[in-house]
């Protein structure tokens, strides 16, 4: 399997989000994209694609996509993740290892500003198409994206 890089513009993504701070688990992140989950069902909304982000040191962000408007007391917490020039990957984490793939995109994007192609390197975030524990499908086509400027 090959793994390319590439420069693209991301859409802007409206997400329902949590955000928490503390040690990274596996089972934390999963408790909280349901606990998000079940509360985009009970408002009524579809959801989209689910984002997991860090933008700080041992700061996590949960957030799934929302398609519709949350009305005023349902209790999620909306936000826009604006729409940015991005580094992006796409893999199948059965194939080939994160730890592998992080460490390419940041090599590969430190040099993109050693050639001055970039200027920065902003947050990473990862972008899944579904419930990446449920759908198999979502789980393969798992997206990798540093914001650059």
Sequence with gaps: MTVDFRFRRSPAIRIAW???KGAWTDARVRAEFGRLERSVRA???RSGRWVFL???LRSYVVGIELHGTPRRGSGLRVRTLPAARVASVEFDPEVVSPRVVYHG?????RWRRKDR???SIGMYREIYRGNPWKDPKAWS???VQ???R
């Design 18 to 20: 949590h955000r928490w």
């Design 43 to 45: 408002a009524g909304l």
């Design 54 to 56: 860090e933008p700080s």
């Design 105 to 109: 995109l940041t090599d590969w994007l």
């Design 117 to 119: 192609t970039i200027r």
């Design 141 to 143: 086509r798992t997206e």
């Design 146 to 148: 540093a914001v650059v």
